[in-house]
C-alpha cells in the first residue's frame, strides 16, 4: 500500500457529534480514515471535571482539535494529548461562534496569524507529533486571496506548520448563526487549488460541502487531503469503502449488518461503564440511510433507547426491522 499522508482522509471535528462513541462506529467502517475529536478548548481540559482527552485505542488514527489562543495554555495541552497517545493536535482557526470568539479563538484568529504561529511553535516544542491548522479562506471583508496566502505564510514560515485543513468557505463573524456560516458563504475550491499551488510543500487538504466519494476523488487531483463533515455523520456508511477506492485497500467491504454486530460488544461494555444507550446508538441512525426499512430501523432506536432498562436487545430488534432478503 502506498505511504499516504495522514490527512488524506478525515472526518472533521463536529461539536456534539465526534465524540469518542461516534468515533469507535466511524472506526469498524474505515480503518484508515482519521478521526477527530470535537473542539476541546483548553479552559475545559485545564480546569474542566471530567476526562476531555478519553479515546479508546481502536480510534487510531486520531487528532484532537484543540480551541485556544495562549499558547502557553496549548502547550500543556498539546503535551497532555501526547503522553494520552493522540497521533495529531489540531488548533481550530474556523469557527465562527460568538462563543469561541468571546474566548478568542476559532475564525477570528485568522486576522491575528503572528499569534497563531506563536500558538504553533510553543505547541511544537513540546510535542513530536503533527500541530496542524484548520482554518477558513477568509473572515468578514477580510477575504482576498492575499488575506490567506498571508496568513498560510505567516504560519507555515514563523510557526513551522506543515499542514493546513482549510474550509474553502469564508466565515462572516457577525450575522451568521455557526449553521449559515456553513451553508451561506459560497465555497471556492479554486482558491484551495491555487493555495497547493503556490505552496506545494505544504500538506492542504480541503473541507466543505464534501458529499461523495467521487467527490473526494476529484479534490485528490489537487490537493493532499479532504475532510468530510456532516455527510459522514448522517450518512456513514459512506466511509465503508474510503479504504479500498482511498488508500488502496484489499481487503472486502463490511455490510452494514456486520458493523452492527461488532458494534455490539462496544455498546455492552460502555453500558457497563455507565453509558446511555441513546449515547452511543444515536451515532448509528444513518447507517441504514436510503435503503429499505431505513426509517423503521431509526424510529425504533430513537422511541426505545431511552427506556429504562433498555440494553443491545434494542439495536437487535431495530436490525430486524431491515428486510431479512437485503444482502446489506
Known amino acids: 500500500m502506498k505511504n499516504f499522508p495522514l490527512q488524506r482522509f478525515s472526518v472533521a471535528p463536529m461539536l456534539d457529534w465526534t465524540d469518542r462513541h461516534c468515533r469507535y462506529f466511524h472506526r469498524l467502517l474505515s480503518e484508515h480514515t482519521l478521526l477527530y475529536t470535537e473542539m476541546v478548548t483548553t479552559g475545559a481540559i485545564i480546569h474542566g471535571k471530567g476526562d476531555f482527552l478519553q479515546f479508546s485505542e481502536q480510534e487510531h488514527p486520531i487528532a484532537l482539535q484543540l480551541g485556544g489562543s495562549n499558547p502557553t495554555d496549548l502547550a500543556h495541552c498539546a503535551k497532555l494529548a501526547q503522553e494520552r497517545g493522540y497521533d495529531e493536535i489540531n488548533l481550530n482557526v474556523g469557527c465562527p461562534s460568538d462563543r469561541v470568539q468571546n474566548g478568542k479563538f476559532g475564525a477570528c484568529l485568522m486576522a491575528e496569524p503572528e499569534l497563531v504561529a506563536d500558538c504553533m511553535v510553543a505547541m511544537r516544542e513540546v510535542v513530536d507529533i503533527p500541530v496542524t491548522v484548520k482554518t477558513r479562506i477568509g473572515i468578514d471583508e477580510q477575504d482576498s486571496y492575499e488575506f490567506l496566502t498571508r496568513f498560510v505564510s505567516l504560519v507555515s514560515e514563523k510557526g513551522g506548520v506543515e499542514q493546513f485543513t482549510i474550509h474553502a468557505r469564508k466565515a462572516w463573524l457577525s450575522g ?33 460541502g464534501v458529499k461523495t466519494l467521487e467527490d473526494s476523488l476529484v479534490h485528490l487531483e489537487h490537493l493532499d487531503g479532504v475532510m468530510v463533515g456532516r455527510e459522514a455523520y448522517q450518512n456513514p456508511y459512506i466511509l465503508a469503502e474510503v479504504d479500498q477506492r482511498l488508500f488502496g485497500s484489499d481487503k472486502p467491504i463490511k455490510k452494514r449488518r456486520q458493523v452492527v454486530h461488532e458494534m455490539l460488544p462496544y455498546i455492552e461494555q460502555e453500558m457497563a461503564k455507565g453509558a446511555s444507550l441513546g449515547h452511543i446508538t444515536r451515532h448509528m441512525l444513518g447507517l441504514f440511510q436510503a435503503m429499505p426499512g431505513a426509517r423503521q430501523w431509526r424510529r425504533y432506536i430513537s422511541e426505545n433507547a431511552h427506556k429504562p432498562g433498555s440494553g443491545v436487545e434494542v439495536v437487535q430488534a431495530a436490525l430486524a426491522k431491515i428486510p431479512a432478503e437485503l444482502d446489506v
Open 176 to 208: 451568521l448563526s455557526p449553521k449559515e456560516n456553513r451553508e451561506i458563504p459560497e465555497l471556492d475550491y479554486p482558491r484551495a487549488y491555487q493555495l497547493k499551488q503556490d505552496f506545494p510543500n505544504l500538506t492542504i487538504a480541503i473541507n466543505g
